[in-house]
């Protein structure tokens, strides 16, 4: 029963940080560049990014599931599950990530920038070759925050019909009353953050030069 | 090889007064010439170099380089121009996620030339700023000395016909300065370069500049030869500054004291002497 769990929250937080890395990247790096005095300055464009971000990141979690249930629906074909859970997780951690990529790309040297440019780099090459790769460590360490975050929220969600640590916790400990499954939880999921953060480090510091 | 007229840059401040940084600024840099910008701080001299390869977008006037206007140019235009137009920084500005090799091998990556002519150029170049064997080693594992030589070849990558240096010694001490601005003459002779250099320091001057221009508030108040300055300074800001020279030909600046020694003691004792 909780290897089955263990295995779910997992599968939830994995693919939810996969997918709201591969989304909220390049809307970080977006809301980076588009910014005043950066590359590509746009203050309509950055105004509409901005606001669609801080309107999804101000919904508070337990709500945006419920008002995502139909957009679940239509994406993975059931609103209930682990597979449905994925859903409102990775939608919760885009405008996070893009933040967190935001922030990294913005602190990269604007010397470094400039220099690129007097050498005839283009916006592409900028983003590319200067940006990512000199934010990077920064990036990872925002990506590692999420995925910590996500083992929290993937419980919550795992209360709601999602499966996982999150279900077993309250079904067994909590309706049951099984102080030994809550406890053998609670241990299992500070492994995990422990764990997700040693490997996040681990990355950093081979990234870090 | 570099003809500036009537150049104006303003600056918008915030409110609506704005900042007027240049203002009808001419000058001829020739072909080989190792031309100094020298004036105090604010005067515009790190604008006018900035001109010269368009990170700051002149408001009016015009700036040719071998004939070329470049104001007017198309961004796909201005980007193959800044490939003829090397950039050596105060603070190096050397990518901290590559090595001394990828940071050389930058400039020439981004134009797209093929790998094996890549290796066979920053090979080439190591060897010219005497790096070789730094090769793989990553820009916080060297001194400021060596950074600035990583620099300089990464100027150099894509052989420009210019090179632009905004205060390309000023992070440095006064024994690595003197490195940095031989080998630098040693470029332009060796390849003919025109090297425009912009300091607040006499020294460099009269180091490296065969022609130089004083500007002071945003104008150019005397140019000419070196030599002519040092033995008959005409603008009383020239005066100043020749007169901040101490005997040994240091500039007297309290603030290199507290700069890095390139990490090596004894070097950084001796240069702490020099300074005085
Ligand atoms: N991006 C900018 N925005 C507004 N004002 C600027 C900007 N860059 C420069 N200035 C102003 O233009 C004037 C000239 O600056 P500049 O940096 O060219 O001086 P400088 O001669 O290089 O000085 P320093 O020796 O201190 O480097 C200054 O008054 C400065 O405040
Ligand atoms: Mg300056």
């Given at each position: ?105 913005r602190e990269v040297d604007k010397g470094v920038i400039e220099a690129a440019q007097a050498m005839g780099a283009s916006t592409l090459q900028v ?83 | ?19 007027t940084a240049l203002e009808n600024v001419n000058l001829d840099i020739g072909r080989g010439d190792v031309f100094g910008i020298i004036g105090p ?189 040092f033995t008959r300074p005409g603008a009383e800001i020239t005066k100043g500054l020749l007169a901040g020279m101490d005997a040994a030909g240091f ?26």
């Amino acid at each position: 029963m909780l290897v089955k769990a263990l295995y779910q929250t997992l599968y939830m937080v994995s693919m939810s940080a996969l997918i709201s890395s591969i989304c909220g990247m390049p809307l970080g790096i977006m809301l980076a560049i588009t910014n005043d005095g950066s590359i590509a300055q746009n203050r309509t464009l950055n105004a509409i990014l901005a606001f669609l971000v801080n309107t999804t990141r101000s919904v508070p979690f337990v709500i945006l599931m419920v008002v995502m249930i139909p957009f679940t629906r239509f994406v993975t074909g059931s609103s209930i599950g682990t597979t449905a859970a994925i859903v409102p997780l990775s939608v919760a951690a885009v405008p996070f990530v893009a933040r967190v990529v935001e922030t990294s790309i913005r602190e990269v040297d604007k010397g470094v920038i400039e220099a690129a440019q007097a050498m005839g780099a283009s916006t592409l090459q900028v983003i590319l070759k200067v940006l990512i790769p000199e934010a990077l460590p920064a990036i990872i360490a925002g990506i590692t925050l999420t995925a910590v975050n996500l083992i929290g929220y993937s419980a919550m969600a795992g209360a709601i019909g999602g499966g996982g640590l999150g279900h077993v916790a309250i079904r067994y400990g909590y309706q049951g009353f099984d102080m030994k499954v809550l406890a053998a939880i609670v241990v299992i999921l500070v492994v995990l953050v422990q764990g997700t953060q040693l490997i996040g480090d681990l990355v950093i510091k081979k990234v870090t030069h | 090889m570099i003809r500036i007229r009537q150049l104006r840059k303003t600056f918008d401040g915030t409110g609506n007064q704005g900042v007027t940084a240049l203002e009808n600024v001419n000058l001829d840099i020739g072909r080989g010439d190792v031309f100094g910008i020298i004036g105090p701080s604010g005067a515009g001299k790190s604008t006018l170099l900035r001109c010269i390869n368009m990170l700051e977008k002149p408001t009016s006037g015009s700036i040719y380089i071998d004939g070329t206007e470049i104001t007017g140019l198309t961004k796909r235009d201005l980007r193959v121009v800044r490939r003829q137009v090397g950039m050596v920084f105060q603070h190096f500005n050397l990518l901290s996620s590559r090595t001394v090799y990828r940071n050389i091998a930058f400039p020439m990556e981004i134009s797209g030339i093929p790998k094996t002519e890549i290796d066979k150029r920053v090979q080439e170049l190591l060897g010219l700023v005497g790096l070789e064997d730094k090769a793989s080693a990553y820009p916080s594992q060297l001194s400021g000395g060596q950074k600035q030589r990583v620099g300089i070849a990464r100027a150099l990558a894509t052989r420009p016909k210019v090179l632009l240096c905004d205060e390309a010694t000023s992070a440095l001490d006064p024994r690595t300065t003197r490195s940095v601005l031989e080998l630098l003459r040693s470029i332009n002779k060796q390849f003919g370069l025109t090297i425009v250099m912009v300091t607040h320091e006499m020294q460099v001057i009269k180091q490296v500049c065969s022609r130089v221009a004083v500007i002071e508030n945003g104008g150019v108040v005397e140019q000419g030869s070196v030599q002519d300055l040092f033995t008959r300074p005409g603008a009383e800001i020239t005066k100043g500054l020749l007169a901040g020279m101490d005997a040994a030909g240091f500039m007297v600046d309290t603030s290199k004291q507290r700069r890095d020694f390139e990490g090596l003691q004894p070097r950084g004792k001796e240069a702490i002497k020099n300074v005085g």
